[in-house]
């Protein structure tokens, strides 16, 4: 289901905001479960679960004392533990006085530091679980390609020779024997592109040759949201025949092609169902993540590639789905840590970081290319989410946890004035950054 066809305007701003508010909300109310239900396990009451913030439109308090609402402001939530005096779960004082030894070990401040620790860190821990099962169940959902390389699927060309068939399964491609499917990528920097292909196939037993569009031709396999591809209207399974009047065939061509322009607009002729078509877009710089932690920069549009017929794909076993979603999480953390280093040190643009203006419409972008996109965006997002709450800043998890470790080292938690004044400077930093990454939605290109 197309998300994009319940409201009659793609990108209408009450859809943009819809879409934000869902996925801010889910998110926010796996983190604040992980602290509610850990602290439950651990013997610290919560007095109110909140999604959102202000006027509380809906109330129900449980048999547990908790009282669950959802608030008029959609954009965050908490957990109020008893003996918070606020959302950031700072010490209620007066609250505490006078209460007995049981009384105060329900509360979060006189709870034993294994259970704060462990109340704390479960929000950020939460995050990641989201982000770990999302990204599994879409690899089990989508599966992965079968070894060897089988046709599923035919993928409509402009080509006018088509011989392949579905149930083909490859073996060599212009002369190139086909590597298992784990390394069949290769073949992109191993074997000369032409516009018709010659494929030697098994087909029902037997061996035969027939030609085909080529394998890795110049094609949009995906469209990344709130790219210049998707501003410029360009479609999944658009195949791009010319840039700038010159003919291409593969996809590295255009890739080139794009890198080369420098940012300046370019025209891309474009096949789509048996018409051609005319598309003009300006390649955004992008800091691109390398596999060691690095950065590089180039031009891009936002289309990543596809081949010219659809594989055959089998479930992956439930290990193959597990080690996907941890090293999703891994990739994620690793190249957001690394990109927020090569930011400070002046390597890359300080524009890479998007305040709520930009998530929001990534957010829209990706929820109107339907569920998949708009789920994988939530878990993307999640795992951030649970990164940047582990941030050793006062107000956030991160902050609490160093508290924590303070207090483990010296035997005695921070004074109630130091608090105050660190809680104060972390509440600073934060509104400090949050003004930053709002100008760079709207003044960055």
Same mark, same amino acid.
């Given at each position: ?22 996925? %801010? ?8 479960? /992980? ?7 651990? @013997? ?17 308090? $449980? ?6 609402? &959802?608030?008029?402001?959609?954009? /965050?939530?908490?957990? =109020? ?12 004082? $007066? ?7 049981? $009384? ?21 821990? *939460? ?7 999302? *990204? ?32 083909? +399964?490859?073996? !060599? ?57 998707? !501003?410029?209207?360009? %479609?999944?399974?658009?195949? &791009? ?24 607009? &370019?025209? %891309? ?20 993540? %390398?596999? $060691? /932690? ?30 996907? @979603? ?20 002046? =390597? ?6 998007? /305040?709520?203006?930009? +998530? ?59 608090? =105050? ?25």
């Amino acid at each position: 289901m197309d998300l994009a066809g319940l409201i009659p305007t793609f990108g209408s701003i009450v859809f943009t905001i819809a879409a934000f508010v869902v996925a %801010l909300s889910v998110i926010v109310a796996i983190h604040e479960y /992980g602290h509610y239900i850990v602290g439950r396990w651990t @013997g610290i009451k919560a007095d109110v679960f909140s999604v959102g913030f202000g006027p509380v439109l809906f109330s129900k308090t $449980d048999r547990h004392g908790t009282a669950w609402q &959802i608030a008029a402001l959609p954009f /965050g939530g908490f957990v =109020k533990f008893r003996g918070d005096g606020n959302a950031a779960s700072a010490k209620d004082a $007066d609250a505490m006085i006078g209460l007995s030894d049981q $009384d105060l070990r329900e509360t979060m401040h006189g709870a034993p530091l294994w259970a704060r620790t462990l109340t704390v860190l479960a929000g950020p821990v *939460f995050n990641f679980i989201l982000s770990f099962l999302i *990204f599994a169940a879409l690899l089990m959902t989508r599966g992965v390609a079968s070894d060897p390389i089988t046709i599923e699927e035919l993928v409509a060309m402009p080509s006018s020779i088509q011989e392949l068939e579905p149930g083909d +399964i490859i073996l !060599e491609v212009n002369g190139f024997v086909v590597p298992p499917t784990e390394d069949f990528n290769d073949l992109r920097g191993s074997v000369e592109p032409t516009e018709t292909a010659t494929y030697t196939v098994l087909r029902e037993g037997a061996e035969t040759t027939v030609r085909g569009p080529w394998l890795f031709p110049a094609l949009a396999g995906s469209v990344s949201p709130g790219s210049a591809a998707e !501003e410029a209207e360009l %479609l999944e399974g658009d195949v &791009i025949t010319a840039v700038d009047g010159d003919p291409i065939i593969d996809f590295e061509q255009l890739r080139d092609k794009v890198r080369a322009s420098n940012g300046a607009a &370019i025209a %891309l002729t474009v096949w789509r169902d048996g018409v051609l078509g005319d598309f003009t877009m300006a390649p955004r710089r992008t800091d691109l993540p %390398l596999a $060691d /932690g690095s950065f590089e920069t180039h031009y891009i549009i936002g289309v990543s590639p596809g081949m010219s017929f659809v594989p055959a794909s089998e479930t992956p076993s439930i290990g193959q789905a597990l080690a996907y @979603g941890a090293n999703q999480i891994v990739f994620i953390t690793k190249s957001s840590l690394s990109g927020l280093y090569h930011m400070v040190v002046g =390597k890359i643009s300080t524009c890479n970081i998007s /305040g709520p203006i930009g +998530i929001a419409e990534t957010s829209g972008q990706a929820a109107s290319q339907g569920w998949v996109s708009f789920i994988w965006f939530i878990a993307v997002l999640s795992t951030a989410v649970g990164m940047l709450n582990l941030f050793p800043i006062p107000v956030l998890d991160g902050g609490h946890l160093v508290f924590y470790f303070w207090e483990a080292v010296t035997g005695r938690p921070p004074s109630d004035q130091a608090l =105050k004044y660190l809680m104060a400077g972390g509440l600073t930093v934060m509104l400090g950054l949050m003004l930053f990454a709002v100008t760079n939605d709207l003044f960055c290109p």
